[in-house]
Every structure is written in C-alpha cells, then in structure tokens.
C-alpha cells in the first residue's frame, strides 16, 4: 500500500522555525513529484511548494519564498519542508501528496495524499 506519512507539526512563537518530514512507504518518491499543501480553517486548501523527482526542480507560493525550503532525502525516502520566519498566518494543516504524472500541479492533480500534520503560529 502507497502511504505519506507527515510528521514535525506543533506550535511556535511568530518568528520560530519548523520542519516538517513526508516519509513514503510502499513506494521511492524519486518517481513522483511531492507537493506541500496547507489548509486553514475556512480557507480552501493551497499548494505551498512541490519537488519534481529526478533534477528536482522545486516551486513555491508567493507568500513562502525566501522563508520555505523543500527538499527530498532518497536515501530515507523522505520530502522535507524547512519553514523559518513564521508568521501567524502559516497557521494550517500541512499536507503532503504526490503525484503520478510527476506534475507540481494543483492539488486535485494530486493522486496520493498523507493525512496531515498541524502547525500553529501564535505568541
């Protein structure tokens, strides 16, 4: 069975750093892009930043550059998103999907997702 498994949610102070780990079991996430995907309460899930596999070219939102990173360990099987300088309102379930097509696409576009880890930014 695929499964994504996120892990390295919880709380911090504005400013503080998280990162967050997409393990993958059942498959090498190397043949698929990943993406990071955040959802807060009573807005509409949106991509954060995705990975292409191979190369790895990756891709951010507007509202994280220069404050995320994304990267992949093959060795571990895992994606990674280092996030610095967070801001309340980073505060989201954070998930991580892959897709087939190996596209860093919309999340509808997304074929296997994990079920999440919770980030809260406050003071």
């Known amino acids: 069975q695929l499964q994504l498994v996120e892990s390295g949610g919880g709380s911090v102070q504005p400013g503080g750093s998280l990162r967050l780990s997409c393990a993958a079991s059942?498959?090498?996430?190397?043949?698929?892009?990943i993406g990071w995907f955040r959802q807060a309460p009573g807005k509409e899930r949106e991509g954060v930043s995705c990975i292409r596999p191979g190369v790895g070219s990756s891709y951010y939102a507007d509202s994280v550059k220069g404050r995320f990173t994304i990267s992949r360990d093959n060795a571990k099987n895992t994606v990674y998103l280092q996030m610095n300088s967070l801001k309340p309102e980073d505060t989201a379930v954070y998930y991580c999907?892959?897709?087939?097509?190996?596209?860093?696409?919309?999340?509808?576009?997304?074929?296997?997702w994990g079920k999440g880890t919770l980030v809260t930014v406050s003071s």
């Open positions: 059942g498959f090498t996430l190397d043949y698929y892009a």
């Open positions: 999907a892959a897709s087939i097509r190996r596209l860093c696409s919309q999340a509808r576009d997304m074929d296997y």
